[in-house]
């Protein structure tokens, strides 16, 4: 390629200036310079919802077959909502979407899967009680379903790409990455040859990336097209031919992988320089402020969520808490801010007097009138932790309102506070007055984040916190979290991203199955010595 610089894809053969309302875009030319028509391209998308939030604008893209594409951009910027136009979600206000070089009009998911385009979305829609191939042959028109004969084919579909899959298992005892492939598998099944992948990393372990980088490498040897939606830039980095960036709701450029790296990538997303490092100052004064002795809980169903499980959380450190999805850290959390029946053991408090309360038995609110001071940041947003149909200022009065001494009650704190974290941590809004429903899940995310921390606890516990989030807002995150701890907080974050707990935590916790594999230090570990503790008991030394 010729006028290369950074990476940035800048040959004036493959794209041509067309001038449109005024505007000038950049439009690819009917042919790439290897002469090879597009497997998709889309051409000039707007999407607007409710009248007036924008979620594309002007958008045009283009994806061959035998290529991985990346598709980068902060939270809002209309990553997702694109590619559900690609998959039959929504439909396009205005712009065109040609698939091997024919314009066609996709109204349905079933429209998109009949030309040969698939979606897996983050979250998985499987039956639990059906088996791997009941699940991928499920909604298919035929007369008669052959489970032995669709067998066969998932076999051969595994054995083609490399997936590890047993048929004939139930989907309620997989583990998520053997889910994500039963979702992969199904688009497959139906012979999709455009793949489009939402956050496929999000939950799995670095050996189970490595899995599937290694299919998705397969596929593009058989010459399908596959993106992948994702914020993790050494994934990006790591599996994708290209990487398309969006900001704002508009394309901003188009790099080669080969020739750029994560701090480019990130500029254009965000349209400065932002420093990529974390910081891990050393915890000052560390004391036991959160005791956990033998605690064993079950699910409401009666299934063993922890078993027997011990640790100690420290005031001024933040405790990283690694498992695969499931292993126990919705109930831990759950059970240590009052919210999950213990079924044996004890979760203490310890004050910086010294004295030591019992939290069993204990609720939220009597465990506020304690006088304990603490934070839960959940994974679930909407239910748990905001309310969908309130608005910002309306949800941090859930945190703040008391049952007060007359009939009114003032809104003006909560608006500060909502005002503080909208600005400070860039919460993309129509407004404070507008439902927290209708904000992207990274926004949604930032406004329960802000909430808590203005909370001034003593202990945060967060489940995820950085989960949907574009990598700027996710430093962000990683700040406070590290002002907290500097404040003599005792911080607890459940993540998924090995590579940032590895950077932010002092001590990682690491569950297997609801037990307690070990613990290890922050800063002499690595993501394959914790992967392993995620998938296998014990390889860890408590410390």
């Known amino acids: 390629m010729s006028g290369k610089r950074g990476g940035r894809i800048r040959d004036r053969r493959q794209f041509r200036t067309v001038q449109r309302d005024g505007r000038r875009r950049e439009k690819p030319e009917e042919k790439t310079l290897d002469n090879k028509v597009p497997a998709v391209r889309m051409c000039g998308i707007t999407k607007t919802f409710f009248g007036k939030v924008r979620a594309n604008h002007n958008v045009s893209i283009d994806i061959q077959r035998g290529e991985i594409l990346s598709l980068l951009g902060e939270n809002g910027s209309g990553k997702t909502t694109l590619m559900n136009m690609l998959s039959g979600i929504y439909c396009p206000d205005c712009g065109t979407i040609e698939v091997d070089g024919r314009e066609v009009s996709i109204r349905s998911p079933k429209d998109a899967l009949n030309l040969g385009i698939g979606m ?209 850290q919705k109930e831990l959390l759950e059970a240590i801010s009052g919210l999950q029946k213990v079924e044996k053991g004890d979760i203490s408090y310890i004050g910086e007097d010294g004295k030591k309360v019992s939290l069993i038995g204990k609720d939220p609110l009597d465990i506020q009138r304690m006088g304990v001071a603490l934070s839960f940041v959940p994974e679930d947003r909407l239910g748990m932790g905001l309310v969908g149909n309130m608005d910002m200022v309306d949800n941090m009065m859930l945190r703040s309102f008391r049952a007060g001494r007359g009939l009114f009650v003032n809104r003006n704190r909560p608006r500060a506070v909502a005002t503080h974290v909208k600005d400070s941590l860039e919460v993309v809004t129509p407004g404070l007055s507008t439902p927290v429903r209708r904000l992207s899940g990274g926004n949604v995310q930032k406004v329960l984040v802000g909430r808590e921390i203005e909370t001034a606890p003593s202990v945060l516990l967060t489940a995820y916190a950085v989960r949907g989030l574009d990598i700027n807002s996710s430093y962000v995150i990683y700040d406070l979290m590290n002002q907290q701890k500097e404040r003599g907080v005792a911080v607890v974050y459940v993540g998924e991203d090995l590579d940032v707990l590895l950077e932010l935590a002092d001590r990682i916790v690491v569950l297997c199955g609801g037990k307690l594999s070990g613990i290890l230090d922050g800063r002499s570990t690595n993501k394959y010595e914790v992967g392993s503790m995620m998938t296998t008991l014990g390889g860890g030394e408590a410390r």
């Open 120 to 328: 897996i979305h983050q979250h998985y829609k499987l039956v639990d009680v059906m088996t791997a191939t009941q699940n991928i042959i499920l909604g298919l028109k035929e007369e008669k379903y052959d489970l032995k004969a669709a067998s066969a084919r998932v076999r051969e579909i595994c054995e083609r790409y490399g997936f590890e899959l047993n048929p004939e298992q139930k989907v309620y005892d997989m583990t998520v990455s053997q889910k994500q492939t039963v979702e992969i598998v199904k688009v497959l099944y139906r012979k999709a040859d455009i793949l489009i992948l939402d956050e496929p990393t999000a939950v799995l372990t670095p050996q189970e990336t490595e899995k599937l980088f290694a299919v998705l490498r397969n596929m593009k040897k058989d010459n399908k097209a596959v993106i992948i939606i994702t914020h993790k830039l050494n994934e990006v980095l790591e599996i994708s031919d290209r990487v398309d960036i969006l900001r704002a709701g508009e394309f901003v450029g188009s790099l080669r992988t080969s020739e750029t790296n994560a701090q480019e990538m990130t500029d254009m997303m965000v349209g400065r320089a932002v420093a990529l490092n974390i910081n891990r100052p050393e915890p000052k004064n560390p004391e036991p402020r959160i005791e956990i002795s033998n605690l064993t809980v079950r699910s409401e169903e009666g299934l063993l969520k922890l078993d027997d499980v011990s640790f100690t959380i420290n005031s001024g450190e933040i405790l990283g808490i690694a498992g695969i999805s499931n292993s126990g």
